[in-house]
């Protein structure tokens, strides 16, 4: 069978099933809980019908999957699987809309265009099974920035789960965390670094299709744009809830980049050389207490949850 007609079917699954869950349960983030699962199936799909012969698509489905099973484990370890995990930023837009605002919401974009987009960005697949061609050097290139991007977004995720113990074990024993929201690291060149390197993975996917095809004048970018595009939207409305919480984020909205990393600006140079080395230390790295109790923020929120 035509396996763009399978991912097809798996889609159209997808859509009544989250959809489905979604009135029954009242919970919205059931495309969520399949995030990092539908997108490894597509793409072992395409690899599947080549019959595990050509070496581009077994190596692009095993990079997929080890990201699958990184974002897996985060989302699992934040609670998203739980029941009642729901993506806070889900229940502040319900709180805005009318009830059948959100119902359409809900059916068209939650469920619907989330769930294309997940098929979209997969797509550079359907590309390289089109072009079943040899490896080039291009290949290896590209499998090794994918591999450094999701080391980069792991260390990005463990760097907020870590500040999200200790911020949950400052309150825990009464006393008020200061910083509120994480601004070390890797976040203190980008505000979401985590998002730069969710959407860089996805780019080089794209070329995986692009190198077997040999231009990268592909449609199939449309996947990648999309979700870039889906990023940056998210950022925007989760940093209005961020400014709500917590008025000194406009501070470090002034100093650091919003997604891709870069330099400090001049402020943050200025605070740092007013700061003592003790200061300094103790502030690097985040204190992580052992057996801390509390549940950090839901999925990809940004800083201090």
Not at 214 to 239: H, K, M, P, R, Y
Request: proline share 6%.
């Amino acid at each position: 069978m035509n396996p763009l007609l399978v991912c097809l079917w798996i889609l159209l699954a997808a859509c009544v099933l989250t959809w489905t869950l979604s009135l029954v349960t009242r919970e919205h983030s059931w495309v969520d809980r399949i995030w990092s699962i539908v997108p490894v199936v597509y793409v072992w799909v395409f690899a599947a019908a080549a019959g595990l012969r050509d070496a581009r698509l077994d190596i692009l489905a095993a990079l997929v999957t080890l990201w699958g099973i990184r974002l897996t484990f985060n989302f699992a370890r934040k609670g998203g699987y739980a029941p009642g995990g729901e993506d806070y930023r889900w229940t502040v837009l319900h709180g805005r809309m009318k009830r059948w605002q959100f119902a359409m919401f809900n059916l068209f974009f939650i469920v619907i265009y989330q769930n294309v987009l997940l098929l979209l960005i997969t797509l550079p697949a359907w590309t390289a099974f089109l072009h079943q061609t040899p490896l080039t050097a291009l290949d290896a290139v590209a499998a090794i920035i994918f591999l450094l991007l999701l080391a980069g977004e792991t260390l990005a995720d463990q760097l907020q789960w870590n500040f999200q113990l200790w911020k949950a074990s400052e309150t825990a024993a009464g006393r008020t965390p200061h910083p509120r929201f994480v601004q070390s690291g890797l976040f203190r060149y980008s505000r979401h670094p985590n998002f730069f390197f969710e959407q860089a993975q996805w780019w080089v996917v794209f070329f995986f299709g692009a190198i077997a095809a040999g231009s990268v004048l592909q449609w199939t970018a449309l996947g990648a744009i999309l979700l870039t595009l889906l990023f940056i939207g998210s950022t925007v409305f989760t940093e209005s809830i961020s400014l709500s919480r917590y008025p000194e984020y406009a501070e470090y909205q002034g100093r650091t980049s919003p997604i891709i990393p870069w330099f400090p600006g001049r402020r943050e140079r200025e605070a740092s050389a007013r700061e003592s080395p003790l200061k300094t230390s103790l502030r690097l790295p985040w204190p992580v207490p052992q057996g801390g109790q509390g549940s950090p923020c839901a999925r990809q929120a940004p800083s201090g949850g």
